[in-house]
């Protein structure tokens, strides 16, 4: 199994940058792609970004292509998600998740950090 915590959360004016990371917590970190997604006010949870356990493949949502970028750091057990040029529509509750594979079912879940961006 795998415990993750995200951290990294807060408030920031648009166009401004903040630095997601899940700490991961078991010896088998580095066997799971992980992804990040997120959830907004009265919106269902959508895909944000996906890394392969290596870190040689990336997904993104075409909304955050350019301006996010994920990245992993196996020896620290912790997953990363940069995010620049944030617009007041990335406002939201954001998971991290782990999977057996980059296209499986996620089956661990943060318990999310709030992201909130001011116009």
């Known amino acids: 199994q795998v415990q993750l915590v995200e951290s990294g959360g807060g408030l920031v004016q648009a166009g401004g940058s903040l630095r997601l990371s899940c700490a991961a917590s078991?010896?088998?970190?580095?066997?799971?792609?992980m992804g990040w997604f997120r959830q907004a006010p009265g919106k269902e949870r959508e895909f944000v970004a996906a890394?392969?356990?290596?870190?040689?493949?990336?997904y993104y949502a075409d909304s955050v292509k350019g301006r996010f970028t994920i990245s992993r750091d196996n020896a620290k057990n912790t997953v990363y998600l940069q995010m620049n040029s944030l617009k007041p529509e990335d406002t939201a509750v954001y998971y991290c998740?782990?999977?057996?594979?980059?296209?499986?079912?996620?089956?661990?879940w943060g318990q999310g950090t709030q992201v909130t961006v001011s116009s």
């Open positions: 890394i392969s356990w290596s870190g040689g493949t990336t």
């Open positions: 998740a782990a999977a057996t594979t980059i296209q499986g079912s996620y089956n661990y």
């Open positions: 078991g010896r088998t970190f580095s066997s799971y792609a």
